[in-house]
């Protein structure tokens, strides 16, 4: 049975106020705050969540996934024959050090310890770590007494447990923000009433809907709110306690977080996943992070942990990189730059290609090299440019001669001449792999993946010698409108093969048995 916390009593305290009347004992509600506060936020749940899968880290956990026909058991690390849960689940999302998060063949996820045992019943839509706790969520109804119309009736129930599988707290929720590495507090909005909680479950603070300060949210365990309105608005950030640490008089709508950084830069989460910088007067900075899209991306706070930034001038589009204290590391002067990979960023200036270390100085210099670079990492490897093991990934193609009818020798690019290649940080060629090699992804654990002419997939050693056969393939996942490739990495020593559902580790041997489970292009799980 799943474990509820009573909550009828707390949201009927919750939606007394200015959005109901009383009319014969019984609440009536106003539509214009049913259709701005009681309409759930359905992104909250994840659509056809069997679509993803949560790579294990083979060095933290003891048992793997294995798949017996469409069932999913457990079996000891390195030992494929030695079963430590027979085969009887649905599905497996993910497995952690203590706890599995799996779905059941009639009920819907749940958690598990690895004798088999639910710590939490199975009837979640979706279970998915959240910062240093497991949250599951479920679509219902709401209380009865709280006498909502039968359109606006419904919310998610959100559960947390810790990493072990223990209970923690419920929240009944119209919307919600989320735990995260940095924030061990969260808020959760039920019609009108906030509640802010830390990991544990603990009320940190609650307070209702108001028509002229706006929340924004939670930014390094503060709270963000925006005062005042149009060109006199600025937004405070504030302990649980109502402490205000500091005041910005920006005049930015639709900013979904502030980050300290320093005392005199803040970062800011804009629209669609955009960030923007500012110093302590609020004064913005001519930098930073854009995607230019509509609607697609949302921000996230974790895009201000590390200690640089990339990011590009808003007048002139070029692209530096800036440390916590807004210092320039490398200069706005390249159409290109990636983020630092072990200790080496990519750039492109003048159509020459750079490493460039953290103290801005160029170690490496190529011209045209990134032509055959950024749109294989880009957008299919979907990764920086850098060096994975000590290799960075590059392709090229011969130039092919053919003499045409007037006697002249020609040159011209064969597609099928298009090979793979990797240089170490001096831009020395360390291994080139053969033009039957049609895809090849980065180094990692001493391993790359690469398909042959089929495209057939297996990993190469860095002699460019096949460790284990081109036998899987590459297949799709994601959404429109933004389906991408799923490329095995060993984590661990363990790489998922997506169309069969299952591991492999660095010897081959197969975490599965029977058919191949993804027949076509259906963005399955």
Same mark, same amino acid.
């Given at each position: 049975?799943?474990?509820?916390?009573?909550?009828?009593?707390?949201?009927?305290?919750?939606?007394?106020?200015?959005?109901?009347?009383?009319? &014969?004992?019984?609440?009536?509600?106003?539509?214009?705050?049913?259709?701005?506060?009681?309409?759930?936020?359905?992104?909250?749940?994840?659509?056809?969540?069997?679509?993803?899968?949560?790579?294990?880290?083979?060095?933290?956990?003891?048992?793997?996934?294995?798949?017996?026909?469409?069932?999913?058991?457990?079996?000891?690390?390195?030992?494929?024959?030695?079963?430590?849960?027979?085969?009887?689940?649905?599905?497996?999302?993910?497995?952690?050090?203590?706890?599995?998060?799996?779905?059941?063949?009639?009920?819907?996820?749940?958690?598990?310890?690895?004798?088999?045992?639910?710590?939490?019943?199975?009837?979640?839509?979706?279970?998915?770590?959240?910062?240093?706790?497991?949250?599951?969520?479920?679509?219902?109804?709401?209380?009865?007494?709280?006498?909502?119309? &039968?359109?606006?009736?419904?919310?998610?129930?959100?559960?947390?447990?810790?990493?072990?599988?223990?209970?923690?707290?419920?929240?009944?929720?119209?919307?919600?923000?989320?735990?995260?590495?940095?924030?061990?507090?969260?808020?959760?909005?039920? *019609?009108?009433?906030?509640?802010?909680?830390?990991?544990?479950?603990?009320?940190?603070?609650?307070?209702?809907?108001?028509?002229?300060?706006?929340?924004?949210?939670?930014?390094?365990?503060?709270?963000?709110?925006?005062?005042?309105?149009?060109?006199?608005?600025?937004?405070?950030?504030?302990?649980?306690?109502?402490?205000?640490?500091?005041?910005?008089?920006?005049?930015?709508?639709?900013?979904?977080?502030?980050?300290?950084?320093?005392?005199?830069?803040?970062?800011?989460?804009?629209?669609?996943?955009?960030?923007?910088?500012?110093?302590?007067?609020?004064?913005?900075? *001519?930098? %930073?992070?854009?995607?230019?899209?509509? *609607?697609?991306?949302?921000?996230?706070?974790?895009?201000?942990?590390?200690?640089?930034?990339?990011?590009?001038?808003?007048?002139?589009?070029?692209? %530096?990189?800036?440390?916590?204290?807004?210092?320039?590391?490398?200069?706005?002067?390249?159409?290109?730059?990636?983020?630092?990979?072990?200790?080496?960023? !990519?750039?492109v200036r003048n159509d020459t290609s750079y490493f460039i270390d953290k103290d801005g100085n160029h170690v490496f210099a190529k011209a045209h090299l990134h032509r055959f670079m950024q749109k294989h990492h880009g957008?299919?490897?979907?990764?920086?440019?850098?060096?994975?093991?000590?290799?960075?990934?590059?392709?090229?193609?011969?130039?092919?001669?053919?003499?045409?009818?007037?006697?002249?020798?020609?040159?011209?690019?064969?597609?099928?001449?298009?090979?793979?290649?990797?240089?170490?940080?001096?831009?020395?060629?360390?291994?080139?792999?053969?033009?039957?090699?049609?895809?090849a992804g980065v180094f990692n654990n001493g391993l790359a993946p690469a398909a042959d002419k089929d495209y057939k997939l297996g990993f190469v050693n860095k002699k460019g010698q096949w460790v284990i056969a081109p036998?899987?393939?590459?297949?799709?996942?994601?959404?429109?409108?933004?389906?991408?490739?799923?490329?095995? &990495?060993?984590?661990?020593?363990?790489?998922?093969?997506?169309?069969?559902?299952?591991?492999?580790?660095?010897?081959?041997? &197969?975490? !599965?048995?029977?058919?191949?489970?993804?027949?076509?292009?259906?963005?399955?799980?």
């Amino acid at each position: 049975m799943f474990k509820f916390l009573s909550v009828s009593f707390l949201l009927f305290i919750a939606l007394s106020g200015k959005a109901q009347e009383m009319v &014969e004992g019984l609440p009536v509600y106003h539509p214009d705050s049913f259709e701005i506060h009681y309409q759930t936020n359905f992104n909250l749940s994840i659509d056809k969540f069997e679509r993803e899968h949560l790579d294990i880290d083979g060095d933290e956990v003891d048992y793997i996934p294995f798949r017996q026909d469409e069932l999913f058991g457990f079996v000891k690390k390195g030992k494929p024959n030695k079963w430590v849960i027979q085969p009887r689940y649905a599905q497996v999302f993910t497995a952690l050090p203590d706890v599995a998060i799996v779905k059941d063949t009639s009920f819907g996820y749940g958690i598990i310890d690895y004798n088999g045992a639910y710590l939490c019943a199975p009837g979640y839509t979706n279970i998915i770590p959240e910062g240093s706790v497991l949250q599951g969520i479920y679509y219902g109804a709401t209380d009865s007494a709280l006498n909502l119309t &039968e359109n606006y009736n419904s919310c998610y129930y959100v559960h947390y447990f810790d990493t072990k599988g223990n209970f923690l707290f419920e929240e009944a929720v119209h919307d919600k923000g989320r735990f995260t590495a940095i924030d061990t507090l969260a808020w959760f909005r039920f *019609g009108l009433t906030y509640s802010i909680r830390s990991t544990s479950g603990r009320l940190v603070k609650q307070f209702r809907h108001s028509d002229t300060v706006e929340f924004i949210g939670v930014s390094n365990n503060l709270l963000v709110f925006r005062r005042g309105q149009d060109e006199n608005s600025y937004y405070t950030l504030e302990t649980p306690e109502g402490i205000v640490v500091t005041s910005l008089p920006l005049n930015e709508g639709w900013l979904y977080g502030i980050m300290e950084l320093s005392p005199n830069l803040f970062g800011l989460i804009g629209n669609d996943g955009e960030y923007y910088f500012c110093d302590s007067l609020g004064n913005p900075y *001519g930098f %930073g992070s854009y995607t230019w899209a509509i *609607g697609f991306f949302s921000g996230n706070p974790e895009f201000f942990m590390t200690e640089n930034f990339r990011v590009s001038d808003r007048n002139t589009g070029k692209y %530096g990189m800036i440390n916590r204290n807004g210092d320039t590391l490398i200069d706005f002067e390249y159409s290109y730059l990636s983020t630092y990979v072990n200790d080496y960023a !990519f750039g492109v200036r003048n159509d020459t290609s750079y490493f460039i270390d953290k103290d801005g100085n160029h170690v490496f210099a190529k011209a045209h090299l990134h032509r055959f670079m950024q749109k294989h990492h880009g957008s299919i490897l979907r990764r920086d440019i850098g060096f994975y093991d000590d290799l960075c990934l590059a392709e090229d193609y011969k130039v092919m001669e053919y003499v045409n009818e007037e006697g002249e020798t020609r040159n011209y690019i064969d597609e099928d001449s298009t090979y793979f290649f990797y240089i170490d940080i001096k831009g020395n060629k360390k291994l080139e792999l053969p033009t039957t090699i049609r895809f090849a992804g980065v180094f990692n654990n001493g391993l790359a993946p690469a398909a042959d002419k089929d495209y057939k997939l297996g990993f190469v050693n860095k002699k460019g010698q096949w460790v284990i056969a081109p036998r899987y393939e590459l297949t799709m996942a994601g959404a429109y409108p933004f389906p991408y490739l799923v490329i095995p &990495e060993f984590n661990g020593g363990y790489a998922y093969i997506k169309a069969f559902k299952g591991y492999i580790d660095k010897k081959g041997n &197969e975490y !599965f048995s029977g058919k191949r489970l993804q027949d076509h292009y259906d963005f399955s799980h």
